[in-house]
């Protein structure tokens, strides 16, 4: 496919848009992405996004409108981002793992003007869409689709240039302690979030970038993807993940640089293959969405690869702290320093004082990449930020050196007897038992406590665990007041997107459990098979 320059482009600022423009100039014959197989290259993604940008305009929207997706990773996808990048337009990628009736709710709650749908959840779509008795058009993305005819919209936006300030991405939150709310980032958000990107953990154009993040998720666009099309690298594009096939992509497509959570991680090493894979094309595999244990740090270290472990929010685009490789190893549980152009602070949770030198507080941010808002909600937006500082509601420790560890969400931490208990404590506690593969705690009300701690604790597989032998565990190595009044042991534990614990749902376990039961002396317990069980590698770069 010819390439060329849209003037309208090439005079605009140089907004997230100009980026696949400007490569293709430069590097019109690489490849931009492996899509299963099928490559696009540089010249051919900003001809399609180009078209398409002007197809949308031409058809009415524009600036202040946002288009909603849903789709798996895809060419067609990432053709539908750049162009609504290009011609103004929020881009609202939405999960296709979401029921239709939680479809539903993001679908009202975004209120796009149009919605893009892959063909494989068609199905899906069309029951939210019905649910929410929506009345966007809607269209099937790619070249049989939207690209070849844009639905007419119901609204004709006036004509434009993109600003640095206009919406970008609007990211759908997980939802595990509430409903979603939609993360507005603006062009200059993700501008400033991959030049820190650039700054500390760089690629180059040579690198071949493996993403396996779904893309609702802001990883999958800010955590390596769009920083490898500024600079011209070739991203490989999974829709799944499956350990055995990405341990073949890394060996046949000489994957240089990946990111993924702590469990996906985990399960490669658990994989048969992982001894004889060839792995050594990596240089560059970021950990995001929990702390990574110490022993997959030596499990991948032993393959000559550290992982670069790092901690971040969607409502900062989402990169906040990040430990090099080389330190890692050394500092089990710690997730680095800031990125270049972010501020952090630790403050006193009561007085909201910040602290300074070591200290245990909660995390706050500022700086370019601090999104603008949550969709449509002022309210939660102002509870979530301090003047320009964004309240990211962890509780974190910080070290003489300036390094960072998460302690806990503060909103997990509950009240026990007038003392704080924080369930990563119990729950780190819980699991040096050598039959406990898992654990979690959450706080439920209690008439004399306060609160009390229920745990859902998952046995090593075979393993013959007792909850007398837990409880025992427990009290050997905690105060009284932080053990659990209550332990079910159980299959799995329930996961929200990227592999995030979903605390609410334990949540309404213990409080149906507890009520059920009446007040519970500590050591009752019971066994559920499957009672937290949930889908396995879904979730949320943090």
């Known amino acids: 496919m010819t390439w060329t320059a849209d003037p309208d482009i090439d005079d605009g600022p140089h907004t ?7 490569r293709a100039t430069r590097s019109p014959d690489r490849i931009a992405i492996d899509d299963r197989g099928v490559t696009t290259d540089y010249a051919t993604l900003a001809a399609r996004a180009t078209a398409l940008a002007d197809a949308v305009r031409h058809a009415g929207y524009g600036p202040d409108d946002r288009i909603a997706t849903v789709s798996g990773n895809s060419t067609d996808h990432v053709v539908a981002f750049f162009a609504c990048a290009i ?5 609202v990628p939405l999960s296709w793992r979401l029921t239709p009736r939680e479809l539903a709710d993001v679908l009202t709650r975004s209120d796009p003007a149009l919605v893009l749908v892959e063909d494989e959840h068609a199905a899906l779509a069309g029951e939210a869409l019905r649910v929410a008795a929506a009345t966007a058009p809607v269209a099937q993305l790619g070249t049989t689709g939207v690209e070849r005819s844009a639905p007419r919209s119901s609204h004709r936006r006036s004509r434009r240039p993109v600003r640095d300030d206009d919406p970008l991405l609007v990211i759908f939150t997980s939802g595990s302690e509430a409903a979603p709310k939609g993360v507005v980032l603006t062009h200059a958000n993700c501008f400033w979030n991959n030049l820190a990107l650039a700054q500390a953990l760089p690629l180059r154009q040579d690198d071949v970038v493996l993403a396996m993040l779904p893309q609702f998720h802001v990883a999958a666009w800010n955590c ?7 600079v011209g690298a070739t991203v490989v594009l999974e829709r799944s993940f499956q350990p055995a096939r990405v341990l073949q992509l890394v060996a046949d497509r000489h994957v240089s640089a990946m990111m993924g959570v702590p469990t ?3 399960m490669l090493v658990d994989d048969r293959a992982w001894e004889e894979s060839d792995v050594a094309s990596l240089r560059l595999a970021l950990v995001g969405g929990a702390t990574m244990p110490a022993s997959l740090q030596e499990a991948w270290t032993a393959r000559g690869i550290p992982l670069t472990q790092g901690y971040g929010l969607t409502e900062a685009a989402p990169n906040v702290l990040h430990l090099p490789a080389a330190e890692a190893a050394g500092a089990p549980g710690a997730v680095g320093r800031p990125y270049p152009h972010v501020s952090v602070r ?4 009561v007085s909201e004082l910040p602290l300074e030198g070591e200290a245990i507080g909660e995390l706050w941010v500022r700086g370019p990449s601090v999104f603008a808002g949550y969709l449509g909600d002022d309210a939660a937006t102002a509870r979530a930020m301090s003047g320009d500082w964004l309240r990211t509601g962890d509780l974190v420790s910080r070290d003489a050196d300036g390094v960072f560890r998460v302690v806990d969400r503060l909103k997990d931490i509950f009240i026990s007897g007038g003392e704080n208990v924080a369930p990563a404590e119990v729950e780190y ?3 040096l038992h050598p039959l406990v593969e898992a654990a979690a705690v959450v706080g439920v009300p209690d008439p004399v406590w306060g609160e009390r701690g229920v745990a859902f604790v998952v046995p090593a597989t075979g393993a013959a665990l007792s909850v007398d032998e837990v409880l025992a565990h427990a009290r050997r190595n905690l105060a009284a007041f932080k053990v659990p009044v209550h332990v079910e042991l159980v299959e799995a534990l329930p996961r929200s997107t990227i592999e995030k614990l979903a605390r609410s749902r334990l949540r309404d376990r213990a409080r149906m459990l507890m009520g059920c039961s009446g007040r519970s002396e500590p050591g009752e317990s019971g066994r559920v098979e499957g009672a937290a069980t949930e889908s396995a590698t879904e979730g949320e770069a943090r």
């Open 87 to 91: 011609a103004g337009i929020a881009f």
């Open 346 to 349: 630790v403050v006193d949770p």
């Open 429 to 431: 506690a819980l699991c």
């Open 264 to 266: 996906q991680y985990a």
């Open 16 to 22: 997230i848009g100009r980026w696949i423009v400007d």
């Open 224 to 230: 390596q993807p769009l920083l490898a099309w500024w």
